[in-house]
């Protein structure tokens, strides 16, 4: 009787544990939520929450509410892993990063494995933000879902409108020095040698992710060089403090950039007086003349005192996963993740958007946002006056790149 009672005061707990998670669907978010990219995190953070009271106030998913439990990675790769399995035993099936593509690879390779092991008890990894193109190609996974452009695509995407502007004669290249950054320098090199060879390449710089205080001397290279064009994929603390000193030597160039609606970067163009200077690749931004995408900014701002909201992926993101789990009428990760794959939707800022059964890489319309001043009515960015135009429009059909992927289903 002894030994019943000590084995059920062991096992109550746990289905207690399982019985609360099967009434909720529990979303683990792993980003940094200090350090360096604390301030990205924190953003993404607040997204998510966002969207997870949206759909609680439309019945949750399937009737089960959505719960978004925020796990700090630092932007580790190795403290991202045990962060998910803290997740997991806490009864997560779900778990989304974005920032960082080290920490990504590691999750995903995780994950595949976990679930290999884990039969019945299988996790899905969403990626809203990070880009690296081996994710979808021969790194790809069937439990990773990708709803962010892959660097490449997105640099297809940025050359396309570049090869365009006359006044490119001299580009500088400088990046973090991590797969993602690497990716962007060799496919921007790559691309435009095929698309406008008489572009010179000034400069190719590297520097350490999320570990530079001052980069001054970076940008005095850059002054040196005669660059008129900047490419950059700094995100976070290294695209703003880069800006920054630009801002104090008086650097005038133009800035084709991946990231540079992050947190603090548009104060920091603000700031330099790049007016109609900086130009980003993005799946969407405030000032899309779309109702619906409006009408969620507008609410995402009252809630959060003026921020933006800079994910729309991370909309389509949590929409989607609602929108296959009442195709599948199950909760259960691998119905889910079946009925994603070609799933077509209604992205955030308007127009048709499918999440490709071969690599689980999403495609949607992109565009070429550039910062500025604003006509009356429109939204700006931290409270500069400025904010995001659409410069160019790209369908989904100009960006689909092949992919590698040989996809193991189970």
């Not at 609360?20 to 980003?31: C, F, H, L, P, S």
């Not at 998910?84 to 994950?111: E, H, M, P, W």
Request: with cysteine; aromatic share 10%; proline share 4%.
């Amino acid at each position: 009787m002894r030994r019943f009672a000590l084995i059920a005061a062991m096992t109550l707990p746990l289905l207690a544990t399982t019985a609360i998670a099967q009434e909720t669907v529990k979303i683990g978010y792993i980003d940094p939520l200090s350090g360096g990219g604390a301030s990205v995190g924190e953003v993404g953070l607040k997204t998510f929450q966002f969207l997870a009271d949206e759909q609680n106030a439309k019945g949750g998913i399937l009737g089960k509410k959505v719960e978004i439990v925020p796990l700090d990675n630092k932007t580790n790769p190795q403290e991202s892993l045990i962060q998910a399995q803290k997740a997991i035993d806490a009864g997560v099936r779900y778990i989304t990063q974005g920032n960082g593509s080290s920490v990504a690879g590691a999750l995903s390779d995780f994950v595949t494995k976990f679930n290999e092991r884990n039969p019945g008890k299988e996790v899905l990894y969403f990626n809203y933000a990070a880009v690296d193109p081996v994710l979808t190609n021969e790194k790809c996974s069937f439990w990773h879902f990708r709803w962010d452009a892959n660097s490449d695509i997105k640099m297809e995407a940025l050359t396309n409108y570049m090869k365009s502007v006359p006044t490119i004669k001299k580009l500088y290249l400088i990046n973090q020095d991590y797969s993602f950054g690497e990716s962007v320098r060799t496919m921007a090199r790559a691309m435009l040698k095929t698309k406008r060879p008489d572009i010179e390449i000034v400069g190719d710089e590297k520097h350490p992710l999320l570990k530079i205080t001052d980069f001054a001397p970076y940008i005095a290279k850059i002054k040196a060089s005669g660059a008129d064009s900047v490419v950059t994929g700094n995100w976070g603390q290294d695209f703003a403090l880069l800006l920054k000193a630009a801002a104090d030597s008086g650097l005038k160039v133009n800035w084709y950039t991946y990231y540079a609606g992050g947190t603090g970067g548009p104060t920091a163009i603000k700031q330099a007086g790049l007016k109609d200077q900086v130009y980003g690749i993005v799946e969407g931004h405030p000032n899309v003349s779309n109702a619906a995408s409006q009408s969620f900014e507008k609410a995402f701002r009252a809630r959060y005192d003026g921020q933006t909201n800079v994910y729309p992926r991370a909309v389509n993101e949590i929409r989607m996963l609602a929108a296959a789990a009442e195709k599948a009428k199950s909760i259960e990760p691998v119905k889910v993740a079946v009925a994603l794959e070609g799933l077509e939707f209604e992205v955030l800022n308007g127009g048709k958007g499918t999440m490709r059964k071969d690599d689980h890489q999403f495609f949607q319309p992109m565009y070429i946002a550039e910062f500025g001043e604003l006509k009356s009515g429109d939204f700006d960015e931290e409270k500069t006056g400025w904010g995001w135009k659409t410069a160019a429009r790209i369908d989904p059909s100009a960006t689909m790149l092949p992919t590698t992927c040989k996809m193991e289903r189970p």
